[in-house]
């Protein structure tokens, strides 16, 4: 109670009564109290030195123990929390052995240099291998034997030294049967607290079917980009803004840009506003619906052409489903359309061909069944609308007698491709009528020139038939009335002939006899008069002959070169009395030897010659025949008699060939005739498969031109004699006034190679042969027309027989 620490405590002033009190700290070592031990006594007392020292000892000791319960409870504690941390251990290690073993990825723990130091079943059965112990001991060097690349095993340790870790690092590896597989890695390097490097450890995923994936989606996109672009249309992608993402080559070539110039750009960026303006409402329908938008659009070019577009838009969607943008193709459709219009063009006109046209038109099929029909055939057939007769044949509508052969006609056909043309066709029907038709019928062809049917179209010609099957009764009749005149003609030209015969014998007897001069032509008359009349009496017969068909062509062979020189030499004689150049020239390709009628072609030129010396009174005639046409067994020959007579005025000039007509009747009083001559020889040349036809001017002369058919002669005809081998080479001068003549006889002269010169007149001849002596190179032969204007062939001779500076030609 002295202590005044004290004095106010309750252990001293309570009930307890405390008067005594000592205290000795607790202290481990050198640190702070952790407590106090007090010895208290109601009695004051006082504490000696050895007191104090006990007590001291006490403390400490007291320390020690409370130090040694410390130690014990933190060792209790210790191993407790050793217990503890040893069992989350334990199950640490089960968990993460749980997770190493049954995790979908492989695991792995790996020297520096390829060695397995740990590898969980998953990679095992990545690398094919049963179990992870079979793995770690059959890969010893993880670079050599799995990575197809050792390289990228190379490039595995550098990363991670580099950069102690690495992720997504995919390679090629080898499983266990030598297959190929993808991987993708990611590991880390781990070391120890010294920071020494232990192993690397990581995941390894099977990646072989993403690779697989990524392949096909980017040989798809190889694909895709490749059949756009093969393709003739443009092609298109654009996102929600509007802005282009992709272009194909072709759309480039219809804006004219590259591929960059567009990218990223808009519509209004190309387009006039009003056309950028419908396409982007185009996009965002098409956006906004999500379904695909279809149009032709039609625009006009600066010169009023009109452009016709087909656009096809879809909406883009990612992988989401989401829309992000609008891709499109279009294509320029122009011809087309154009094409369409052309077609629509035609149908119409074969509607209307079909509904209006007279004739019957119709297509059938390869059953011979009816396609398509114009109007004219279903009105013919009783029917109202042409499209009730597809499917028809001609069997519903004809009698087998007709559409038998229709049917047979149009499957030969399909079958070889000829078609029928202008066949007659008798048409029956089942009510016994009768009609005729001329039916042509060709392949049905399609696109591709397959025969798929035919096509038909007949004309109704029975009026025309009826008309013909008249003509020809009137022709019978006509032909027998002919018949009968030429037996009447016959009789009666049987019963003139004696009489005319008995009159020319009895003035042929008063010629002879010594009669006077007037009673001598008078008899003379007689004669001329009575083979007049025998000539008329021929012509008649001959015409009336070819009237009623009984004239006949016979067919021989003969030499053609003698018949027409035969035929001139006859009239050579009344030529020249009327003082008429008469020549004829036959063209050297013409054969000498062909297949005819000889009596009749020289009848017919006889009659062309007679006429032209008739009605020529100066001039000349000449006759020309040249080949038309000249093949193995057929010969055509062209024959021009041509004069310088009085002509035939071209209003005239057809009635000179009618039975008994000629030009003017005052041409029969000049000149006498029956006027049946020419008709004759018209009819004869018909008959030898040609036509006489006329060529005139009045004053100016006339042309009579006719063709001939022959055959080739059958017996090898001898070749044309040769000309004398001393004639090639001669020298011959040809001495006449006039010109064709001349022509013909230089033109013959050259072909048998005889070298020649020519001369109008006599003058003229003489200054030739005088200039051929000179050089050295005299005319050996001069062949001189008697007549030569103003003097005569006879006077030139003399001339050049006289002048001794002129060998004397022969």
């Given amino acids: ?152 095993r190379d490039e595995f340790i550098r990363r991670m030294r580099e950069q102690g870790s690495l992720r997504h690092f995919e390679s090629q590896v080898r499983r266990k049967d030598g297959s190929i597989i993808w991987i993708s890695e990611n590991a880390h390097a781990v070391y120890d607290a010294e920071g020494r490097f232990l192993y690397y450890e990581g995941t390894v995923e099977d990646i072989t079917e993403r690779k697989a994936a990524e392949e096909a989606l980017r040989n798809s996109e190889l694909l895709y980009h490749s059949l756009v672009e093969s393709l003739p249309q443009n092609i298109f992608r654009k996102d929600r803004e509007g802005r282009f993402t992709f272009v194909n080559q072709v759309f480039c070539q219809t804006l004219r840009r590259p591929a960059e110039h567009i990218l990223g750009r808009t519509d209004a960026d190309f387009f006039p506003p009003e ?62 359309y154009r094409m369409e219009a052309d077609l629509a063009y035609e149908r119409d006109l074969l509607r209307a061909l079909l509904d209006t046209v007279p004739d019957a038109i119709y297509f059938k099929d390869l059953d011979s069944r009816f396609i398509r029909a114009s109007r004219a055939l279903a009105e013919k057939f009783g029917v109202e609308d042409p499209r009730r007769l597809q499917g028809k044949t001609d069997f519903h509508f004809f009698t087998a007698e007709h559409a038998l052969p229709a049917y047979e006609d149009e499957q030969r056909i399909i079958r070889t491709g000829e078609p029928v043309l202008n066949k007659t066709e008798k048409e029956t029907w089942p009510d016994g009528r009768v009609t005729w038709a001329r039916t042509s019928k060709l392949p049905y062809r399609n696109r591709s020139g397959r025969i798929i049917g035919t096509i038909g179209v007949s004309k109704d010609i029975t009026d025309l038939i009826q008309t013909e099957q008249a003509l020809e009764q009137a022709r019978d009749d006509a032909l027998q009335a002919a018949r009968l005149k030429e037996a009447i003609l016959a009789n009666m030209s049987h019963k003139l002939r004696t009489p005319l015969h008995t009159i020319i014998g009895t003035a042929d007897l008063l010629l002879h006899s010594p009669l006077g001069e007037e009673p001598r032509e008078l008899a003379r008359q007689i004669r001329d008069s009575a083979h007049t009349l025998l000539d008329i009496l021929d012509n008649i017969l001959d015409q009336a002959r070819l009237q009623s068909g009984q004239v006949h062509l016979e067919q021989i062979d003969f030499n053609l070169r003698d018949l027409v020189e035969g035929a001139v030499e006859l009239l050579a004689l009344p030529a020249g009395k009327k003082g008429l150049e008469l020549t004829c020239w036959i063209h050297p390709d013409v054969p000498p030897q062909v297949r005819g009628d000889p009596t009749r072609l020289r009848q017919v030129l006889l009659n062309l010659l007679g006429n032209a010396v008739k009605f020529t009174a100066r001039g000349e005639v000449q006759l020309r025949v040249g080949p038309v046409r000249l093949q193995p067994d057929l010969v055509r020959l062209r024959f021009e008699v041509e004069d310088t007579g009085i002509g035939v005025p071209p209003e005239q000039q057809a009635r000179i060939f009618e039975p008994f007509r000629q030009a003017e009747s005052s041409t029969t009083r000049r000149f006498g005739g029956s006027g049946l001559g020419l008709a004759i020889a018209r009819d004869l040349v018909k008959l030898m498969r040609g036509d006489l036809e006329v060529h005139s001017q009045p004053g100016q002369g006339s042309t009579f031109t006719f063709e001939v058919e022959l055959r080739s002669a059958r017996a090898a005809s001898a070749p044309p004699e040769p000309p004398a081998a001393h004639l090639r080479g001669l020298r011959v001068l040809v001495v006449d006034d006039h010109a064709p003549s001349r022509r013909i006889l230089l033109q013959t002269l050259r072909v048998w190679g005889v070298v020649t010169g020519e001369a109008a007149d006599a003058p003229e001849a003489l200054r030739l042969l005088r200039e051929a002596a000179a050089t050295g190179a005299p005319y050996e032969v001069a062949l001189v027309d008697t007549t030569l204007g103003q003097s005569s062939g006879l006077d030139l001779a003399r001339t050049v027989r006289d002048d001794p500076h002129l060998p004397s030609p022969r």
């Avoid at 625009?299 to 087909?310: I, N």
């Fill in 1 to 152: 109670t002295q202590d005044p620490a004290w004095a106010a405590h309750p252990a001293a002033s309570g009930p307890e009564g405390w008067r005594f009190y000592a205290g000795f700290p607790l202290r481990a070592g050198s640190g702070p109290a952790v407590g106090v031990m007090c010895v208290m006594d109601r009695q004051p007392r006082t504490l000696s030195s050895s007191q104090v020292e006990a007590l001291q000892i006490l403390a400490r000791q007291v320390i020690t123990h409370l130090e040694l319960r410390r130690n014990l409870r933190r060792l209790e504690q210790s191993l407790a929390d050793h217990d503890r941390s040893q069992a989350a251990l334990e199950l640490a290690e089960a968990r993460f052995h749980s997770l190493f073993e049954h995790v979908g990825q492989g695991v792995f723990q790996t020297t520096a240099d390829g060695h397995y130091l740990a590898a969980n079943t998953a990679l095992a059965r990545i690398y094919g291998y049963d179990s992870p112990q079979e793995l770690r001991a059959a890969v010893q060097d993880i670079r050599g034997q799995l990575y197809v690349d050792p390289g990228r």
């Fill in 275 to 336: 056309r950028a303006a419908q396409y982007r409402a185009d996009d965002l329908q098409v956006m906004t619906t999500e379904r695909p938008l279809e149009k032709i659009e039609e625009h006009v070019k600066p010169d009023g052409t009109r452009l016709y577009v087909h656009v096809i838009k879809t909406p883009l969607k990612d992988a989401s489903g989401r829309v992000i943008g609008v891709q499109g193709i279009f294509w320029d459709e122009t011809e087309r």
